[in-house]
């Protein structure tokens, strides 16, 4: 189970906006300091990860996030940080490009109308002059939206606003309840019934628009889905890798299996206390999840196992590839590829062949093993047990004429 | 008992015991008590070594004290002439470890341990050098810093080096103590180094020293695609052979240096030629008991400790299972767990013995009467056989 690719790190609960969608910013926390986030960096590039995501509450908030980051980027993990964008003025944007961070996630929800009701006023003019600043100093930057009732009409004016200030991708994720506090609220973000229909065509548009653009946005399955996810339809995506590669990590520590499945205080352990290296190879983190294999999980339809909902069964990805093929006419590009594919897995076989010979024998030492195990495994066992008796009993005789020999010989 | 327990002669009971071997392969039975028990007393770890998985597993387990009493209790009834290895992860994490040593050792037992020395101070030193062990054995990985460093962790080198000299030290304050030894595990980083560890290890003042080729399974059972990183590939194996043939003359001029088994059969070893006729491997020779109480062999437990005694755990029909598997298998280890490689054969045995007696300055009367309890053990060993 070494396979961690992304750990989330909620490194604060602590937030300068007051969104309608979100309660995280209430409570006090005793947060981890930054030698226990480091400890945990260190954890996750030993366990393999690509990717650390520093989220929170807003992260530009804690005074360490610009350590934290070129701790990161020195263990050769890819630092991510997911922010509203109010704090990232020209001189956060220049700390953070020194940092060397990968790509800084700004969320933008609309039209400055929508936007400053969801995220407070204000909030949406400091959103577009953070994007301007991230450009500025060179920083690739992401566009987040959270798709719900009130600003799903607005999701073309996203694609517009990210080709001005220049990101590179637009991410959407419907709107879900895992960070309101209780569930009697979530109704109020989800799309009556009449209004699916519209809400599908923004989003063929949107998916339209995007190519146009050459902004890349989530997979197209994915999107297409989010309409009858907000109409309250649930999905259980049979090939989310959630649970196998990345994990949250709440601020005081806690290890969560993933954001749905810990939203109800399921945990694995706390990393301060065990380490994020023992508790992600530990038999609870196996034993919690195997349960939520067998009991199915709650289902989602979270953004970050989107490409998930992409993949296919072989079939359908075999004859997915022959239309490709058919498509590309230039033939000696596809050999080449072909052949490289080819030599690469052939290199594979070979160096694995050989790491096996290494200590097993060679393939015809093996087959003759298992031939021979074989037919002996067919001739009656008792026969086999005289025979092996006759030869002992026949040694025993040698080895005593040795002995009389040696005492006449005295 | 035929021989006198109290009998000066080493291979009178070194023989007594092959035949022992021998024939409880033949029958299929326990007529021997193990040669080496090792106890994994923890798995816990200060290192996190790259060839060296123990600490993945069975994480949370831990052999208690009474336990350990209880399994020593019955070691030494039998009265056979054994060794107890405790070996972890490292064991000195463990509070209650002299504790552990002092029992056994007031028992009359032969007890080392194997540390990799990152905990060993002085003070630690002192209590080591008087516990009444018999050897300690101190892993070292490389002559050069960097090398031990990158295997097992930064500043693992310096901590091994002044664990040896403290121990040292403390032997020469006190006059007498264990063996003080070093391991070394050969593998790809290591290769060029080998002979290098010898005046590094002399000039500290170590007694023993002690190579080993990396093996494939044993600790790391749950990855063993990793260990393909430290396994020799052919430009190694040549540099090997010439650090062999150094090492080998070393070791005939000054000594210092122990062999487990033939240094060249390390070359087929990692060439993968070693076939199981190479050496000898007994089930009835090895006992391991791992910090969860679990008794085995060699592969899967047939026991445990915490549900039946040490005696029933041999006796039962997993254990008989196990040795069966254990005697048909093929599979080219290169494990420390193993017997004189003469005892395979009944001739070897005998002829072991005759050498011995005839090296030996023995008046030709007792050599008669040697003679013949041997035969009689013989005798009796047929009969067993005939009637089974």
Redesign the interface.
């Known amino acids: 189970m070494?396979n961690l690719k992304e750990v989330i790190f909620s490194i604060t609960n602590r937030c300068n906006l007051r969104c309608k969608m979100c309660d995280i910013p209430s409570g006090i926390v005793a947060e981890l300091s930054t030698e226990q986030w480091e400890d945990v960096i260190k954890d996750a590039s030993?366990l393999g990860a690509q990717t650390i995501v520093f989220s929170g509450g807003e992260p530009l908030l804690r005074e360490d996030i610009y350590e934290l980051i070129v701790f990161t980027r020195k263990n050769n993990l890819s630092a991510c940080v997911t922010s509203n964008g109010s704090l990232i003025d020209e001189r956060t944007a220049l700390k953070l490009s020194e940092a060397k961070v990968n790509v800084v996630n700004v969320s933008v929800e609309g039209t400055r109308q929508t936007h400053d009701l969801l995220r407070g006023t204000g909030s949406f003019d400091k959103a577009i002059s953070a994007l301007k600043n991230l450009k500025k100093y060179k920083i690739e930057s992401t566009v987040a939206a959270t798709v719900s009732k009130y600003n799903y009409k607005d999701m073309l004016y996203i694609l517009e606003i990210a080709r001005e200030c220049g990101a590179t991708t637009v991410r959407l994720q419907p709107f879900n309840g895992i960070f309101l506090k209780g569930n009697d609220r979530k109704s109020e973000f989800l799309i009556d019934k009449f209004d699916i229909p519209k809400l599908a065509e923004v989003i063929k548009e949107f998916i339209n628009l995007a190519r146009e653009y050459g902004i890349s946005v989530n997979p197209a399955e994915y999107l297409l889905k989010i309409p009858e996810y907000l109409s309250g339809k649930n999905f259980y995506p049979l090939t989310c890798g959630a649970l196998w590669y990345s994990c949250p990590i709440n601020p005081n520590g806690d290890l969560l299996p993933c954001w749905i499945e810990g939203a109800d205080n399921k945990l694995i352990g706390n990393v301060r206390a065990e380490g994020l290296y023992?508790l992600w190879?530990?038999?609870k983190r196996a034993k919690m999840i195997n349960a939520i294999i067998k009991n199915g999980c709650k289902g989602c339809l979270m953004s970050c196992y989107d490409e998930a909902f992409t993949r296919k069964f072989l079939k359908e990805s075999i004859a997915d590839n022959a239309r490709k093929i058919k498509k590309i006419t230039d033939y000696q590009k596809v050999m080449n590829k072909a052949l490289q594919l080819l030599k690469s897995q052939i290199t594979k076989l070979k160096l694995r062949y050989r790491?096996y010979?290494?200590?097993?024998?060679s393939f015809f030492g093996i087959l003759k093993?298992r031939l021979r195990s074989f037919f002996s495994k067919a001739r009656p066992l008792r026969q086999d047990k005289q025979g092996?008796?006759d030869l002992?009993?026949g040694?025993?005789e040698?080895?005593?004429k040795?002995?009389?020999k040696?005492?006449n010989g005295? | 008992m035929i021989f006198k327990k109290d009998y000066p002669m080493d291979y009178i009971k070194s023989f007594e015991q092959d035949l022992a071997y021998y024939f409880s392969e033949v029958l299929e039975k326990p007529l021997a008590k193990p040669l080496w028990i090792y106890l994994s007393l923890s798995h816990k770890c200060t290192y996190r070594c790259q060839m060296c998985g123990v600490v993945n597993i069975l994480q949370g387990h831990e052999l208690s004290v009474p336990a350990v009493k209880n399994i020593f209790d019955v070691i030494a009834g039998w009265g056979w002439d054994l060794t107890v290895v405790l070996t972890g992860g490292e064991i000195f994490l463990r509070s209650d470890i002299f504790e552990i040593i002092q029992y056994g050792a007031a028992k009359g037992l032969k007890i080392e341990a194997v540390s990799n020395g990152a905990l060993i101070t002085k003070e630690l030193a002192d209590k080591i050098i008087s516990s009444g062990l018999k050897n300690i054995a101190i892993s070292l990985d490389g002559a050069k810093e960097e090398t031990h460093d990158t295997i097992r962790q930064k500043g693992a080198f310096h901590k091994a080096i002044s664990a040896i000299q403290n121990l040292v030290e403390s032997k020469l304050k006190s006059g007498s103590g264990p063996q003080i030894s070093v391991w070394v595990t050969i593998m790809r980083e290591n290769v060029s180094e080998l002979f290098n560890i010898i005046p590094l290890v002399k000039e500290a003042g170590v007694e023993c020293l002690v190579y080993h080729p990396v093996i494939v399974n044993q600790d790391d059972m749950q990855n063993t695609s990793s260990i393909a990183r430290f396994w020799l590939k052919d430009n190694d194996i040549e540099l090997l052979k010439t650090q062999i043939d150094k090492i080998v003359d070393y070791q005939q001029k000054h000594g210092l240096v122990a062999f487990l088994h033939d240094p060249y059969m390390w070359i087929r070893h990692f060439k993968g030629e070693l076939a199981k006729k190479d050496w000898k491997c007994n089930p009835f020779v090895f006992l391991n008991v791992g910090p969860d109480g679990d008794v085995r062999s060699c592969g899967a437990a047939f026991g445990n400790i915490q549900k039946l005694g040490l005696d029933e755990c041999l006796k039962t029909k997993e254990a008989d299972q196990a040795r069966r598997t254990m005697k048909n298998c093929q599979k080219p280890c290169l494990q420390t767990c193993w017997a004189n490689p003469q005892s395979d054969s009944l001739t070897g045995i005998i002829n072991t013995l005759i050498d011995n007696l005839r090296k030996d300055r023995l008046d030709k009367q007792s050599k008669k009467q040697l003679l013949l309890t041997a035969l009689s053990k013989l005798t009796s060993y047929e009969e067993m056989l005939k009637n089974a």
């Open positions: 070494l030993r023992s190879l530990s038999k790491f010979s290494s200590y097993r024998g093993r092996e008796k002992v009993l040694q025993i040698q080895a005593k040795r002995l009389k040696e005492i005295l």
